[in-house]
């Protein structure tokens, strides 16, 4: 694992490195596809432009599986360190760029819930609504916890299609290529998923939320 | 439309009946409109579960950019790849724009020879060996040309 803590003093140089030839990526006429030929010819602004671009949703990916956000940070930074030290990784005549980062984060991140050992979830998993009242907030919250602890018992596949179908906007294909399986598989985990998770909030008494 | 239908589609197409097929979607918004308790009780736990599933992430800190893009400064470059400068049809451009050069150039350097071996021949064979000062028959000697 990567260092989490770099030095302070470097920070102003890295600052300025994320600043690259095209200074807002929404405005960047440039794709990921394009930032991803870049990047393999070595160019690191491009880098930046790409990271900057994907890692939202990389990190959403990872924490959906892993359930934990230090751990989610640590897998989005392993991945794309990792890409930027064999950017030739990623083939582009195979995939799209994102199907292919969030097939690398579902692995990373299925390796890491593997190997670790199970922790209580993060209190501020899912977020308020603040537009309801206190005490539905706190019911909202309750039904929350439950449902965060009915994925966390899910089989880490068919967490890992929650994570693509809820948190990407990759199509059925995409998804399903990211995770190595035929759309059907997919549709087969995510069908499972949700009966699980409908079955256990049911059964729990959560079924009155609006 | 029967209950377990129903709960058959709301586990393959989530709660968002827009997303649905139009046929399937008429029939499941009939049965929802005869209000039975128990439909409702799937409807919106299936609903609860996609708006929680679909909640996005709290977006990463800066902190985490700058610390990846510290990390990336801290490991070897990846070498330098030229057909990585040229992505998809780009990249068979490229090997075209190559190979049509190469061919122009080869094809150019063949043309030249021809044309300097053609009137290197032409010129060689009107000249005779009294063209050539000093150049005599002398039979007998170490060689016959002198």
């Known amino acids: ?210 | 439309m029967t209950q377990d239908e129903f709960s058959d589609l709301l586990d393959l197409y989530g709660a968002d009946l827009s997303r649905w097929p139009l046929d399937q979607r008429v029939a499941a918004q009939a049965l929802l409109a005869s209000k039975s308790g128990e439909v409702w009780q799937i409807y919106q736990a299936a609903q609860f579960i996609d708006q929680q599933l679909a909640q996005p992430a709290a977006a990463p800190s800066r902190a985490l950019l700058d610390r990846i893009l510290l990390a990336s400064t801290e490991v070897a470059e990846p070498p330098f790849n030229f057909w990585a400068l040229f992505a998809g049809w780009q990249r068979a451009m490229a090997g075209g724009a190559i190979c049509a050069s190469l061919m122009a150039g080869l094809y150019s350097g063949w043309s030249t020879q021809l044309t300097a071996y053609s009137t290197v021949t032409s010129t060689t064979s009107s000249i005779t060996t009294d063209d050539i000062p000093g150049l005599t028959y002398a039979p007998g000697e170490v060689g016959e040309w002198q």
């Open chain 1, 1 to 210: 694992m990567l260092a989490r803590q770099p030095d302070t003093t470097s920070m102003m140089s890295v600052a300025s490195m994320a600043a690259p030839t095209c200074p807002n990526h929404l405005n960047s006429p440039l794709n990921s596809q394009e930032l991803a030929a870049r990047v393999s010819a070595g160019d690191r602004a491009a880098f930046a432009q790409l990271v900057q671009l994907h890692l939202p949703r990389t990190v959403a990916v990872a924490q959906r599986i892993l359930m934990r956000r230090a751990e989610a940070e640590d897998v989005a930074q392993d991945v794309f360190i990792k890409y930027w030290q064999n950017p030739q990784a990623y083939q582009p005549g195979k995939a799209l760029f994102a199907t292919w980062l969030y097939r690398v984060t579902v692995n990373r991140a299925l390796d890491v819930a593997r190997k670790a050992k199970p922790l209580p979830l993060d209190e501020n998993y899912d977020q308020e609504d603040p537009a309801l009242s206190v005490i539905e907030q706190q019911a909202q919250k309750q039904r929350a916890q439950a449902l965060a602890q009915a994925v966390a018992l899910l089989p880490e596949r068919q967490r890992a299609a929650i994570a693509l179908s809820y948190q990407t906007e990759l199509s059925d294909v995409d998804a399903a290529a990211a995770l190595d399986i035929t759309v059907k598989a997919y549709e087969s985990l995510l069908v499972r998923a949700r009966r699980t998770l409908r079955e256990m909030m049911l059964k729990g008494g959560h079924h009155d939320a609006g």
